[in-house]
């Protein structure tokens, strides 16, 4: 499966970034579909809405409740063994990811270590990738 998510901004100030994430999902052996517009997660709240025409007992549907519940509880990714490969690129400032242990984690070096320095980050960070070391 690959999961594209777009992070809505603010009308006004583009720089803003709200807690709306638009997902877009490619389900494997499925040629004629593609990326498909699934629906919309709602951080804040952590709810999510199908995108038209997407049913919930589809499988995009249940990838999605699957998503939303992984956004609340990142342990649920390594209950089911599912890992996140990012496409090369920085989370964080969209630069293009050089280094490879920072492919699978996703934040280049300047990037990851900006980003340890809150505390929440780093503990989050920590559970999902308990061995990660440069
Ligand atoms: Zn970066």
Redesign the pocket.
């Known amino acids: 499966m690959t999961v594209k998510v777009k992070q809505a901004r603010d009308k006004q100030d583009r720089k803003i970034k709200l807690p709306i994430f638009f997902v877009y999902i490619s389900l494997l052996g499925d040629k004629e579909q593609g990326m498909v517009f699934a629906g919309t997660i709602f951080q804040n709240n952590g709810t999510y809405r199908l995108g038209r025409g997407i049913d919930q007992s589809s499988r995009i549907g249940k990838a999605m409740s699957f998503l939303t519940a992984a956004v609340k509880d990142t342990t649920i990714l390594r209950k089911y063994n599912v890992t996140f490969q990012h496409e090369g690129r ?1 989370c ?2 969209g ?1 293009a990811l050089t280094h490879p242990a920072s492919i699978p984690v996703g ?2 070096p ?2 990851l270590k900006r980003k340890m320095q809150d505390p929440a980050f780093a503990t989050m960070f920590k559970s999902t990738f308990p061995d990660f070391k440069y």
């Open positions: 920085c964080s400032c630069m934040f280049g300047d990037c």
